[in-house]
């Protein structure tokens, strides 16, 4: 609960891939040269996978792919790392969320996390005693350097009123994503029925990696009525659902803390 | 070195169960107020079987212990760890226990034998020792949604923003409050 002197807060806005992507930056390095280079980094991953996955420029590898124009051999060997997430996706989540959907190729519900992880990585390891918060679009990778200074305090959007917040989750060193339709309609649709899911408002996953965390939320979004059974048996993460009547639970259990209490 | 730990673990036990019974009317609570067609007693109950708390070091036993508590009105609120609430207006605070993951204490304020606001006053990812442990640690539930600026918050996680939607995302309010 203490304030450390060095608390001071450092942001950086930037838009990629048609995100706003947020850092926060507190402790040694968060208003120095060395933080302006990692972030410079950080966005630069940002922008080369989005010239990979994109599937809005046509030119992008996974467009190509999409329309056969290559064959994943020919892709970076990211893409076939990407592709394999969201098989995993697909089998752990029951087929509700498909990186292929009605004959398309959109492994955006996948790429989302990894990229943030990947481009948290200059953080990570250029900024010695610096903890950071690199939000994109509203999911995030959260790291704190120090861990006598407080969490990184998370509010969790209401989804019937985004000025809001229904929940605040303290986050040293996870990642935390969020699914709804809030801010754009029908853009997760359950892909074994290719409608959109109507039980949940919003689904939010707190887990060890943003891969993970977006992942989950994304399926248990899809899954519906089922999400919040479905993503309690996942282990080692926590969640808040939004139920579309406004209702809100909070789920999961950290089955890997309990394995150590003995 | 063995019995004094395991005398320990014991107590925090039975505290987080009775706690936990806290935590239980808060979801039961939440989902009751949430409105809608959930059954305020079926949410409750399901809620409570996963239950992130349970996963302190009560793990599975904690949970059975919610699953198997009747607890889905919110005025079996005497379950609350001190016990002492009345039909009047009052607020319970449980006492700190010191789990293996840092010190749990919940306050449940309860009137004419509802509850009416539930406050976690210390959770363990407050604890710095554990810190690996609590990396990612439970949401805590806003009775009332409120503004980020009450809420004293770092960063918002919501449904995709985009970047046409930032401008009046609370993010967009933060991130220009920090620089």
Same mark, same amino acid.
């Given at each position: 609960?203490?304030?450390?002197?060095?608390?001071?807060?450092?942001?950086?806005?930037?838009?990629?891939?048609?995100?706003?992507?947020?850092?926060?930056?507190?402790?040694?390095?968060?208003?120095?040269?060395?933080?302006?280079?990692?972030?410079?980094?950080?966005?630069?991953?940002?922008?080369?996978?989005?010239?990979?996955?994109?599937?809005?420029?046509?030119?992008?590898?996974?467009?190509?792919?999409?329309?056969?124009?290559?064959?994943?051999?020919?892709?970076?060997?990211?893409?076939?790392?990407?592709?394999?997430?969201?098989?995993?996706?697909?089998?752990?989540?029951?087929?509700?969320?498909?990186?292929?959907?009605?004959?398309?190729?959109?492994?955006?519900?996948?790429?989302?996390?990894?990229?943030?992880?990947?481009?948290?990585?200059?953080?990570?390891?250029?900024?010695?005693?610096?903890?950071?918060?690199?939000?994109?679009?509203?999911?995030?990778?959260?790291?704190?350097?120090?861990?006598?200074?407080?969490?990184?305090?998370?509010?969790?959007?209401d989804?019937h009123?985004?000025?809001?917040?229904v929940a605040v989750?303290?986050?040293?060193?996870?990642?935390?994503?969020?699914?709804?339709?809030?801010?754009?309609?029908?853009?997760?649709?359950?892909?074994?029925?290719?409608?959109?899911?109507?039980?949940?408002?919003?689904?939010?996953?707190?887990?060890?990696?943003?891969?993970?965390?977006?992942?989950?939320?994304?399926?248990?979004?899809?899954?519906?009525?089922?999400?919040p059974?479905?993503?309690?048996?996942?282990?080692?993460?926590?969640?808040v659902v939004v139920h579309?009547d406004g209702a809100i639970q909070v789920v999961?259990?950290?089955?890997?803390?309990?394995?150590?209490?003995? | 070195?063995?019995?004094?730990?395991?005398?320990?673990?014991?107590?925090?036990?039975?505290w987080l169960l009775s706690t936990l019974t806290v935590v239980v009317l808060l979801f039961g609570y939440k989902t009751s107020t949430g409105g809608g067609s959930l059954s305020a007693d079926s949410s409750a109950v399901s809620s409570a079987g996963t239950a992130p708390i349970s996963?302190?070091?009560?793990?599975?036993?904690g949970s059975s212990g919610l699953s198997s508590d009747p607890s889905s009105s919110p005025s079996a609120s005497s379950g609350s760890s001190s016990g002492s609430s009345s039909s009047a207006a009052s607020t319970v605070t449980g006492d700190?226990a010191?789990?293996?993951?840092?010190?749990v204490q919940v306050a449940v304020s309860v009137a004419s034998g509802k509850v009416t606001d539930v406050q976690v006053v210390?959770y363990?990812? &407050?604890?710095?020792?554990? $810190?690996?442990?609590? !990396?990612?640690?439970l949401p805590i539930l806003i009775k009332e949604t409120i503004?980020?600026?009450?809420?004293?918050? &770092?960063?918002?996680?919501? $449904?995709?923003?985009? !970047?046409?939607?930032?401008?009046?995302?609370?993010?967009?309010?933060?991130?220009?409050?920090?620089?």
């Amino acid at each position: 609960m203490s304030t450390a002197t060095d608390d001071r807060v450092v942001r950086r806005v930037a838009h990629v891939m048609g995100m706003p992507i947020s850092l926060a930056l507190r402790g040694r390095h968060a208003g120095d040269l060395e933080a302006h280079s990692a972030w410079a980094e950080a966005m630069a991953a940002l922008k080369d996978v989005d010239r990979v996955f994109s599937t809005y420029r046509k030119d992008s590898f996974v467009s190509r792919l999409d329309r056969g124009a290559l064959d994943v051999v020919d892709c970076p060997p990211e893409v076939a790392e990407v592709l394999a997430l969201g098989e995993r996706a697909r089998r752990e989540s029951g087929g509700a969320f498909d990186v292929r959907r009605s004959g398309r190729l959109d492994p955006s519900g996948v790429v989302k996390g990894w990229a943030v992880e990947r481009a948290a990585r200059p953080l990570r390891h250029h900024l010695d005693d610096t903890d950071f918060c690199l939000s994109a679009g509203g999911d995030m990778v959260c790291h704190v350097a120090d861990p006598a200074r407080d969490p990184w305090r998370i509010g969790i959007e209401d989804p019937h009123d985004p000025t809001r917040v229904v929940a605040v989750v303290p986050v040293r060193d996870g990642a935390v994503a969020t699914s709804g339709l809030a801010h754009r309609g029908g853009h997760v649709v359950d892909a074994r029925t290719g409608r959109v899911p109507e039980a949940l408002a919003s689904v939010t996953v707190v887990a060890a990696d943003l891969v993970t965390a977006d992942i989950d939320a994304t399926a248990a979004f899809a899954l519906g009525a089922e999400g919040p059974g479905w993503l309690a048996q996942r282990p080692g993460r926590t969640g808040v659902v939004v139920h579309a009547d406004g209702a809100i639970q909070v789920v999961g259990e950290r089955s890997h803390a309990g394995e150590r209490g003995q | 070195m063995v019995n004094p730990t395991m005398n320990r673990l014991s107590r925090n036990l039975t505290w987080l169960l009775s706690t936990l019974t806290v935590v239980v009317l808060l979801f039961g609570y939440k989902t009751s107020t949430g409105g809608g067609s959930l059954s305020a007693d079926s949410s409750a109950v399901s809620s409570a079987g996963t239950a992130p708390i349970s996963g302190s070091s009560s793990g599975s036993s904690g949970s059975s212990g919610l699953s198997s508590d009747p607890s889905s009105s919110p005025s079996a609120s005497s379950g609350s760890s001190s016990g002492s609430s009345s039909s009047a207006a009052s607020t319970v605070t449980g006492d700190v226990a010191q789990t293996r993951w840092g010190p749990v204490q919940v306050a449940v304020s309860v009137a004419s034998g509802k509850v009416t606001d539930v406050q976690v006053v210390e959770y363990p990812s &407050d604890n710095p020792r554990d $810190a690996e442990i609590n !990396s990612y640690a439970l949401p805590i539930l806003i009775k009332e949604t409120i503004s980020a600026q009450s809420a004293n918050i &770092d960063m918002v996680s919501g $449904a995709t923003v985009t !970047s046409g939607g930032y401008i009046q995302s609370l993010q967009s309010a933060l991130d220009q409050a920090g620089v």
